[in-house]
């Protein structure tokens, strides 16, 4: 998978010591287990430890990115530009070579907006390398959040993620392009980020971060302003069944690391950050 949409996968042989990243995030009588996630995955990520289980099932909410379930009353934006508008020849080219190897039909991605196509190319990708979005680190705990009768809340809606979608650049050319150049080196360092998230490997998953090629744009609209939309919301809880109690959070790995990360800006803001997972060090190493 390319570095891009990876990036937005997380926007993720160890020891069996080692967990995925979770912390304690504290201030008074509000408490917040929070949790990064890969939004896909396979069975060897589960299960997850006992302790984040023991965390879920006394919470008060799961609070996710997105609750899929709202999904009522989504509108799309009319099509303006297609992929094959924003394209080059050569780019067109590689697109229906990369269709072809996915079994998707090429020229009804070119009649796709960009955004759509890199998606489309992306969840294809996945399935490709052995990954499903079911077996997604949310997926998992919003079905555990069900069976133990936790309710679910996003921490945006489903709308506004697809306005974040559809609303890029020239429709999303940028995934679109990154999905075709990086197409072809993206096997071994997707399966790298996977065994970084499993070990709960910082410096890894950060090391990741600064090799992710990005506009400023795209880095702003979907981590950037996110990252501080989502720690302004937490650290005033108005909108939760209760101001105060415990809950339990889980968003993309990659929005819990860096200097501007959920993580810093809720320490900012006054909050005691503890990190409460192992982690051990990922014997892997990303090849671009």
């Known amino acids: 998978m390319n570095r891009l949409m990876v990036f ?6 160890t020891s069996l010591t080692a967990e995925p990243l979770y912390w304690s995030v504290t201030k008074g009588s509000l408490n917040y287990t ?21 965390k879920l099932k006394t919470s008060q909410a799961l609070i996710v990115e997105t609750d899929i379930s709202q999904s009522s009353g989504i509108k799309y934006p009319p099509t303006k530009l297609l992929s094959k508008d924003v394209l080059s020849k050569q780019q067109r080219d590689e697109l229906l070579g990369i269709a072809n190897l996915l079994e998707l039909n090429g020229n009804e991605l070119l009649a796709t907006p960009p955004w759509a196509a890199a998606l489309a190319i992306q969840l294809k990708q996945i399935e490709y390398l052995g990954y499903s979005s ?22 945006e809606s489903l709308q506004f993620q697809i306005d974040l979608l559809t609303g890029q650049k020239q429709a999303g050319k940028e995934m679109l392009v990154s999905a075709i150049e990086e197409f072809d080196h993206s096997e071994g360092s997707t399966h790298c980020l ?5 070990a709960g490997d910082i410096n890894k998953l950060d090391e990741f971060a600064g090799l992710t090629e990005m506009s400023p744009e795209f ?14 919301k937490l650290s005033n809880p108005d909108w939760l ?3 105060k109690g415990n809950y339990f959070v889980v968003v993309g790995t990659l929005h819990l690391i860096g200097d501007r990360s959920v993580l810093k800006l809720m320490k900012e803001k006054g909050f005691k950050v503890s990190q409460l997972s192992t982690s051990t060090k990922a014997q892997c190493e990303f090849k671009y």
């Open 8 to 13: 937005a996968l997380l926007v993720f042989s």
């Open 34 to 54: 929070i949790m990064g996630s890969v939004h896909i995955g396979d069975k060897s990520m589960y299960p997850l430890p006992d302790k984040v289980f023991e």
């Open 134 to 155: 079911a077996d997604g680190v949310d997926a998992r705990l919003a079905y555990k959040a069900a069976s133990w009768k936790v309710p679910v809340v996003g921490l």
């Open 194 to 198: 996977i065994d970084s998230w499993k």
């Open 219 to 232: 880095e702003a609209a979907f981590l950037t302003d996110r990252n501080l939309d989502w720690a302004e």
């Open 241 to 243: 069944p209760d101001d």
